[in-house]
């Protein structure tokens, strides 16, 4: 890498980044299909990994010219705040590095390359901190082009996590409280009203992470969190889902399919579920998986098809927009995932270039003034299964960051009172 280059990494990653909190930018058109795979998260899904575990980040990039990609890696606070670390504190060896294993689509309609960069690597060789990073991806004109965000933990502490409804008899129906008890074990907290920050993630969407809520009370070696309303999430219902790992024939969810550039598969028109009973019907919980028939290597030999997503819906005239939402693009709410009213048929309806597989989605509204509303149109149910993860970040007196030193899990599946 140049020292120009360098120079104009850190202005870019100045400019976005400031002193507030830094938010993931997704990718152009060109480049979908982003993820993170590693021994404990095989399906791409939010990527929380041990200190020490090894992790790829993959992605696709639909033009035939091969373009040269540069990878960046800064470390965060707790609150996606920059740290006060420099490289060498949380980093072995450099990035700035161009990405170099990549293969081209092999008997595909739809012409690709397949990028994966795996950490550690000869550059990279470790990254010694817990705590939150931010990987940037550059192409070789110096343009960003997207960010994502991971996480790398150190089990110091214990984190018990489990669901409860919510206590409130007011939403009881339709929430769920999360209750956390953290053990410090031989673990000496200091002042932990102060030095101890959680992190409640539904989903594994860090858009609606419930941040920073202190201790209701201490116990002991027991930090306890068993709030009324602080830790609660709603309920939302089970994600829809359709599954094209054949692309010639119809298949889960799918009505037809029509070959034309590429293929195109029809779903079935949804209809909204609120005002209907609550159905179990097991889910991924918003994610997706890479998936096709007769295919060795489904990185390179998996086609990509334009999905036709139909919601039966009323116009809306209050502003409101509705999109598809699911971790397949990181849950953004962008033009290319909103769903257009269609005068003709009375539906509202999109097109999305999707890579073959299994993918959960729900249909969500944003009204004008921006708030999200995951329940106007799927509903909240007390009963969804849901999964939630426990962020625990821990800052000593006089340290210079925040250290990751805890991680607990729990479904809501087994959800009590």
């Not at 939630?388 to 210079?400: F, M, N, P, T």
Request: aromatic share 16%; no cysteine.
């Amino acid at each position: 890498m140049t020292k120009t280059f360098s120079i104009h990494l850190l202005l870019v990653l100045f400019a976005f980044q400031g002193f507030s909190q830094v938010e993931e930018i997704n990718p152009p058109e060109h480049i979908k299909t982003i993820t993170f795979k590693s021994r404990s998260s095989p399906q791409g899904q939010l990527p929380i990994l041990r200190l020490g575990e090894a992790f790829y980040l993959e992605f696709d990039v639909l033009t035939a010219n091969e373009p040269d990609f540069y990878y960046v890696i800064e470390h965060y606070n707790y609150d996606w705040t920059e740290s006060n670390l420099v490289k060498m504190e949380y980093m072995e060896g450099f990035d700035n590095f161009r990405i170099v294993d990549y293969q081209n689509s092999f008997n595909a309609f739809q012409l690709y390359s397949h990028y994966k960069l795996p950490i550690p690597n000869r550059q990279t060789r470790a990254l010694t901190k817990t705590g939150n990073y931010l990987i940037s991806i550059f192409d070789e004109n110096e343009e960003l082009m997207f960010t994502r965000k991971f996480m790398i933990y150190k089990e110091e502490v214990g984190v018990g996590v489990e669901i409860k409804r919510k206590r409130d008899v007011r939403f009881i129906d339709g929430k769920q409280t999360v209750d956390i008890i953290i053990n410090s074990g031989s673990l000496n907290l200091n002042n932990p009203m102060e030095t101890i920050k959680t992190v409640i993630i539904q989903n594994n969407n860090l858009n609606t992470a419930i941040k920073n809520v202190k201790p209701q009370y201490i116990i002991g070696k027991e930090l306890i969190y068993r709030y009324l309303n602080e830790t609660s999430f709603w309920g939302s219902n089970e994600f829809r889902f359709f599954e094209n790992k054949d692309v010639r024939a119809a298949n889960i969810g799918i009505q037809f399919i029509d070959l034309k550039d590429i293929y195109h598969g029809y779903l079935f028109t949804d209809i909204p579920r609120f005002d209907r009973p609550y159905t179990y019907n097991p889910d991924i919980n918003g994610n997706f998986k890479i998936t096709a028939i007769d295919r060795d290597n489904v990185d390179i030999e998996a086609d990509y098809t334009n999905i036709h997503f139909s919601l039966l819906h009323p116009k809306l005239t209050d502003g409101s927009k509705i999109y598809i939402y699911g971790n397949y693009n990181n849950y953004a709410l962008e033009k290319n995932n909103q769903l257009i009213f269609n005068s003709e048929s009375g539906n509202y309806e999109s097109i999305m270039k999707l890579k073959q597989g299994f993918y959960n989605y729900k249909y969500v509204t944003v009204d004008s003034k921006g708030n999200l509303d995951e329940g106007k149109i799927s509903g909240d149910f007390w009963q969804t299964e849901n999964n939630y993860k426990v962020l625990v970040y821990y800052r000593d007196l006089g340290a210079r960051f925040d250290k990751l030193i805890g991680f607990g899990e729990a479904t809501s599946v087994n959800i009590s009172n």
